[in-house]
């Protein structure tokens, strides 16, 4: 079964500081890694595909298959970053299924 | 386009009443789901369809009915409302399987049973 860890309930830090979000997955085949985000009294929304290998608002993640990790990174954190943050995980196959993690709320003080 | 649109936004019921959330989307998407969120558990899936007239389970799908007739529309449905059933619910839909398909989810419907 596919499982997806954040390890961090809770993340605080401060504007202009490095900023990491762990993720961490379990799954056998070949994933498809997205990270989702949830700012205060807003729809969750895609922040991020391993797929695109883009940067989004200063945001990225590499797949990692060796360590079988996501972590999101941004190297100076903004106090508007403030919000939720999921980590998901897609059977690259024939699966529409995603699977999150348990998320972390990321707090960036000013 | 309106995009997923989930109605109500709040809702208060009694143990053993039922209701439907309603979940709509306007982007001719193939896959709709839906997910509960607890603080603490992240969000959940609780029933998906990846077509009209197909649906199954998701990760949690006791208490919970679904049904797909139409493309647009995935009604999800309590049929005996419990208190652990106290949650934020979320319909999210994507045009299909793969990368290039990131779910687009709806506002959410906050429900509490009493």
């Known amino acids: 079964a596919q499982r997806v860890t954040q390890p961090e309930k809770l993340l605080s830090v401060f504007k202009g500081a490095p900023v990491e979000l762990k993720c961490n997955y379990s799954?056998?085949?070949?994933?498809?890694l997205f990270w989702y985000v949830q700012y205060s009294r807003q729809r969750l929304q895609l922040l991020l595909r391993h797929i695109s290998r883009e940067s989004i608002k200063g945001f990225t993640a590499d797949l990692n298959k060796g360590e079988t990790s996501f972590h999101l990174k941004k190297p100076f954190a903004q106090e508007e970053d403030s919000a939720m943050y999921y980590c998901?995980?897609?059977?690259?196959?024939?699966?529409?299924?995603?699977?999150f993690g348990k998320g972390t709320l990321l707090t960036v003080n000013p | 386009n309106a995009g997923v649109t989930q109605t109500p936004k709040f809702q208060v019921l009694k143990t053993g009443q039922s209701m439907t959330l309603q979940c709509a989307q306007d982007m001719n998407h193939e896959y709709m789901s839906w997910y509960r969120q607890d603080p603490g558990m992240g969000l959940r899936l609780i029933h998906y369809?990846?077509?009209?007239?197909?649906?199954d389970q998701g990760e949690v799908p006791n208490g919970y009915n679904v049904s797909r007739s139409t493309t647009e529309d995935f009604p999800l449905r309590l049929l005996s409302a419990a208190p652990s059933q106290t949650s934020v619910y979320f319909c999210?839909?994507?045009?299909?399987?793969?990368?290039?398909?990131?779910?687009?989810f709806g506002n959410g419907t906050r429900l509490t049973v009493t």
């Open positions: 799954y056998s085949g070949s994933p498809e």
């Open positions: 999210a839909s994507s045009p299909g399987r793969g990368g290039n398909s990131p779910l687009h």
């Open positions: 998901a995980l897609r059977d690259g196959g024939s699966n529409y299924k995603l699977t």
């Open positions: 369809s990846v077509g009209a007239g197909i649906t």
